[in-house]
């Protein structure tokens, strides 16, 4: 599988979205992470993973950042599906409103895969807030915006994106 976005930051670059790690222990902040995270600016904010071949998938596990962190999580987003790279996508799951958990396993009728998106629509700010509202303390200027180095500009984070097949275990 090949992984591409929308956009990436240094030392969150696309591929560690499925590179196997998806544990955030000793990770520290956002650069320490095995995890893609978007670029200040990106608004569409959207991860491909490309299969070497059609698969028959029936199951797509998205693990984004844990709550109680600076690390920006995700709350609101698509996973859509194509059969083929010329295919249009198709919605198979709208998740709204995750919070409390880190990883979500999407399930939809078995088909034909070569192409799996998550289009990020929200997220949780952090783990300190009710529904992982933007703290107060946090800049909002247009500087530290676009600051890559720091959470404060909401950075759409995908630990692991991890495809499954009817009857495979997860």
Same mark, same amino acid.
């Given at each position: 599988?090949?992984?591409?976005?929308?956009?990436?930051?240094?030392?969150?670059?696309?591929?560690?979205?499925?590179?196997?790690?998806?544990?955030?222990?000793?990770?520290?902040?956002?650069?320490?992470?095995?995890?893609?995270?978007? !670029?200040?600016?990106?608004?569409?904010?959207?991860?491909?993973?490309?299969? !070497?071949?059609?698969?028959?998938?029936?199951?797509?596990?998205?693990?984004?950042?844990?709550?109680?962190?600076?690390?920006?999580?995700?709350?609101?987003?698509?996973?859509?599906?194509?059969?083929?790279?010329?295919?249009?996508?198709?919605?198979?799951?709208?998740?709204?409103?995750?919070?409390?958990?880190?990883?979500?396993?999407?399930?939809?009728?078995?088909?034909?895969?070569?192409?799996?998106?998550?289009?990020?629509?929200?997220?949780?700010?952090?783990?300190?807030?009710?529904?992982?509202?933007?703290?107060? +303390? +946090?800049?909002?200027?247009?500087?530290?915006?676009?600051?890559?180095?720091?959470? +404060?500009?909401?950075?759409?984070?995908?630990?692991?994106?991890?495809?499954?097949?009817?009857?495979?275990?997860?």
């Amino acid at each position: 599988a090949k992984a591409t976005a929308s956009s990436d930051r240094p030392g969150n670059e696309v591929g560690k979205a499925i590179d196997g790690h998806s544990g955030a222990d000793g990770g520290g902040d956002l650069s320490g992470l095995p995890a893609w995270a978007s !670029a200040p600016g990106d608004t569409t904010r959207t991860l491909d993973v490309h299969l !070497a071949s059609p698969q028959m998938i029936n199951r797509v596990l998205v693990s984004t950042h844990s709550i109680f962190s600076i690390v920006t999580g995700l709350r609101d987003y698509d996973v859509q599906v194509r059969p083929t790279p010329n295919d249009p996508w198709t919605t198979v799951r709208e998740i709204r409103g995750q919070f409390q958990h880190r990883s979500e396993l999407v399930t939809f009728p078995a088909q034909q895969v070569s192409d799996i998106r998550v289009h990020t629509l929200a997220v949780n700010y952090s783990g300190y807030l009710p529904g992982g509202a933007r703290p107060s +303390w +946090w800049p909002t200027d247009a500087a530290s915006q676009a600051l890559a180095s720091s959470p +404060w500009y909401g950075p759409a984070v995908i630990s692991e994106l991890s495809a499954y097949a009817p009857g495979t275990v997860v």
